[in-house]
């Protein structure tokens, strides 16, 4: 297969960890023989140091004339502690989501076997916990009409979803659910907020279509309490925009760090993937990122193109790193010495040899040749 993808690595570490997944994905393009095209384009607070525009138009007509895209981090200090910044890094992936009619976050959640003790819930609790959150993307307060009133002491965000935006997203969960555990719970908060109760209706109809799916609801303090005491109840979450940013960033302290969690961003027409962690300024060039989550978006990229051999080969990869203590510092208390870069390196070598011997892991120094 050849695919033409648009790489945005964006501010941080960023470009760092996007390195990493575009080692495991030239090591499948040779592995299986495909063709992976890259065309590289800025974004964030980069973009607007260069251009003034945290989404140049070169970049939206990179993105709207390749396949897929492969997305870093966005954010930087100068902007974060400048709350009074017109322009603002954010706004460019906004514009992106928007322009793009990226409609559907979808964010898997799972608890690894091999890094269950890294995790500060207790084992028994989230031992197999697989949850994919399904996020309302494109719509709610994130998009809403703003308000600051003349004297910057009134503000308002208008947060407002339609019949349409609802069943899309709705659709897709329910669909999911099929080949999963066919359960959808949708967080909300119903009781309060009528742009809930529209969910709420909207998400009950379509269910009707789905027979064979079992639909629950969660006000969404219920929901984050829930995901802490009991996550293996979950299956597919159902969730509007702000609830969905919220309740997958507290999922992540399930496997232990944000470092693992991957996402894909989708529409009707294109796609894009990255991990769901920030652009981690602190940590830029020490080489401690941590890259799974970026080399996971990857192989959810390959999910997307039905390459589904390949998608799994990253995963088993990703799963030896886990065991085997290739990985950053952030879930790794038997090396300090493995960068972002050699856990890159592993999980190529890894793909490129998948049918090698690997009893003599312990015997070799991290960071040279892995597999013998």
């Not at 080692?23 to 499948?28: D, Q, V």
């Amino acid at each position: 297969m050849r695919l033409n993808i648009a790489v945005l690595p964006g501010d941080g570490i960023g470009p760092e960890v996007t390195n990493q997944a575009i080692k495991a994905l030239k090591a499948i393009a040779m592995e299986f023989d495909h063709t992976f095209t890259f065309t590289y384009a800025p974004v964030g607070a980069i973009a607007i140091d260069q251009t003034g525009n945290p989404l140049p138009e070169e970049t939206l007509d990179v993105c709207e004339t390749t396949d897929a895209i492969l997305f870093g981090a966005i954010g930087d200090p100068k902007y974060d502690n400048d709350p009074s910044a017109k322009v603002r890094p954010e706004q460019g992936l906004l514009r992106l989501r928007k322009s793009l009619g990226l409609y559907a976050n979808i964010r898997p959640v799972k608890a690894y076997d091999t890094l269950i003790d890294k995790s500060p819930l207790k084992k028994h609790i989230i031992k197999g916990t697989d949850i994919s959150i399904y996020r309302e993307l494109t719509g709610g307060i994130y998009f809403g009409k703003k308000h600051l009133s003349d004297d910057g002491n009134v503000a308002s965000d208008l947060c407002e979803y339609s019949r349409e935006e609802i069943e899309r997203i709705a659709h897709l969960a329910f669909k999911a659910a099929q080949s999963r555990k066919h359960k959808v719970t949708l967080v909300d908060k119903a009781n309060v907020l009528e742009s809930s109760r529209l969910w709420r209706k909207v998400v009950t109809e379509v269910a009707t279509n789905y027979k064979d799916v079992e639909l629950d609801f969660l006000f969404v303090d219920n929901a984050a309490m829930q995901m802490i005491l009991n996550p293996k109840q979950f299956d597919v979450i159902l969730t509007e925009n702000m609830f969905g940013d919220i309740i997958s960033d507290e999922a992540s302290v399930i496997g232990g760090s944000i470092g693992l969690l991957a996402s894909a961003s989708v529409g009707d027409k294109y796609a894009m993937f990255e991990p769901i962690h920030g652009s981690f300024p602190q940590a830029k060039g020490k080489g401690i990122a941590n890259p799974i989550a970026s080399i996971l978006s990857a192989a959810m990229l390959l999910d997307h193109f039905n390459l589904h051999t390949e998608a799994n080969l990253i995963r088993i990869a990703v799963e030896k790193s886990l065991k085997l203590h290739i990985t950053t510092q952030d879930i790794n208390t038997k090396h300090d010495n493995v960068t972002t870069e050699k856990v890159g390196d592993f999980i190529e070598d890894y793909i490129l040899h998948p049918n090698d011997s690997n009893l003599n892991f312990t015997n070799i120094h991290l960071g040279q040749s892995t597999i013998i």
